[in-house]
């Protein structure tokens, strides 16, 4: 039995093409699961004439929306998610299947991907009116993703950044900073009770909101951007919502698109994103030198492949430029493939001798990376 489940996961693996063979063993006989998993996967990875049941054939105008239906409910029956989302993205680049992302009954049967979300921000002005919502509906369900995943990070790590210093002796309890008053009397707490017994209790500083930190998101949109793009703009969108600190956000290529309006709604932001084009990095950075008001209170994060298409000793000046006048300023490579980065590495080693931090940062690290910056312990250093 053991030997009949081995030579028939061979068979899947290597292909309705090699039945014959198999059935020369005396094995690979394939249980009716088996075969809908072999036709699922034959659709992608097998020879033309697999393809959704002879789709190449006929007024070649491809699979049908029916038998793309059947296919993706076959997949996610028989497979787990992560391998679902493989195949969906195989689907697409192997098969040029873009109807996936432009079929409203097909999306809302996909299952949540980066990448697909990538491709599908990428392919955004030729989504049918019909499609847009189911559109939406997908990329929302990546950003809520996201957000789980960042939101309360986010919020613990600049408010334990920002009001560190900043607590008023008088008393309010709506500026209480309950984190703080705890944390200094945990050597009050009472085990009886269950409880910490406070000996002091610290407030904010209102005036404190009067001079906030102001920071600034310049993200490169330019096509091979697109995750670091999906986790930029639910960090803006948080940051945005916080009244501790103000948050800009501009997108370049080789234009300049200042996207602050639409920080209210993440999904809204993402498609304001214009993916593909040129880089223009240095013209970017010269907007968000106009943003400064207070370089001392402004951090600017700029997030690229730093590809730069324009002038490189330009960008290298004006970085530094910034960096001089008080401004923290971080580099974000640009990530993929699960948190891989990829960036140019001579720039990234010349940004890094201006003694700015350049490096990838995993997703999850987005917050502590943030907090380090506002305290500014966040140590010069970029990836070799």
């Known amino acids: 039995m053991a030997q009949q489940e081995q030579l028939a996961r061979w068979r899947l693996i290597l292909g309705s093409e090699t039945q014959e063979s198999f059935s020369g063993m005396g ?19 097998g020879g033309p004439e697999e393809a959704f049941g002879d789709s190449g054939k006929g ?27 493989v195949v969906q993205n195989d689907a697409i680049e192997r098969k040029g299947l873009k109807q996936l992302l432009l079929e409203p009954e097909l999306l809302d049967s996909l299952e949540p991907d980066l990448n697909l979300a990538s491709t599908l921000l990428m392919l955004k002005d030729q989504i049918p009116q019909k499609s847009k919502e189911s559109a939406r509906r997908f990329i929302q369900r990546i950003v809520e993703e996201i957000n789980k995943m960042l939101e309360n990070d986010l919020r613990r790590a600049v408010t334990a950044a920002l009001n560190r210093r900043a607590h008023s002796p008088l008393p309010s309890a709506a500026a209480l900073d309950f984190p703080y008053t705890i944390r200094r009397n945990l050597r009050n707490y009472n085990p009886e ?30 096509g091979s951007m697109g995750q670091s793009i999906l986790y930029s703009s639910v960090m803006a969108c948080i ?146």
């Not at 007024?59 to 029916?66: D, I, L, N």
């Not at 406070?198 to 490169?220: A, G, Q, Y």
Request: net charge negative; proline share 5%.
């Open 193 to 222: 009770l269950k409880a910490v017994i406070p000996e002091r209790v610290w407030f904010f500083d209102r005036s404190s909101r009067m001079n906030r930190w102001h920071v600034i998101l310049d993200i490169d949109q330019s």
């Open 27 to 45: 094995g690979g006989a394939l249980s009716q699961e088996e075969l809908l998993m072999d036709a699922a996967l034959g659709a992608i990875y």
């Open 59 to 85: 007024a070649g105008k491809g699979p049908s929306s029916p038998l793309l239906s059947k296919w993706l409910g076959d997949l996610r029956s028989l497979f787990d998610p992560e391998t679902v989302a």
């Open 239 to 384: 940051l945005a919502s916080m009244s501790a600190v103000r948050t800009s956000v501009v997108a370049f290529d080789t234009q300049i698109m200042d996207l602050t309006p639409l920080c209210a709604d993440p999904v809204d932001l993402l498609f304001g994103f214009q993916m593909g084009g040129g880089t223009d990095i240095a013209k970017s950075i010269a907007y968000c030198q106009g943003l400064v008001e207070a370089p001392a209170r402004t951090l600017l994060f700029l997030i690229s492949d730093l590809e730069e298409g324009g002038n490189r000793a330009a960008l290298l000046r004006r970085l530094e430029e910034l960096k001089g006048s008080g401004v923290t300023v971080v580099v974000l490579l640009a990530i993929a493939d699960g948190g891989k980065p990829y960036y140019d590495a001579q720039t990234a080693q010349r940004v890094a001798a201006l003694d700015i931090p350049c490096f990838a940062c995993a997703p999850e690290r987005l917050p502590e990376l943030l907090e380090q910056a506002l305290t500014g312990r966040l140590q010069p250093k970029t990836l070799s």
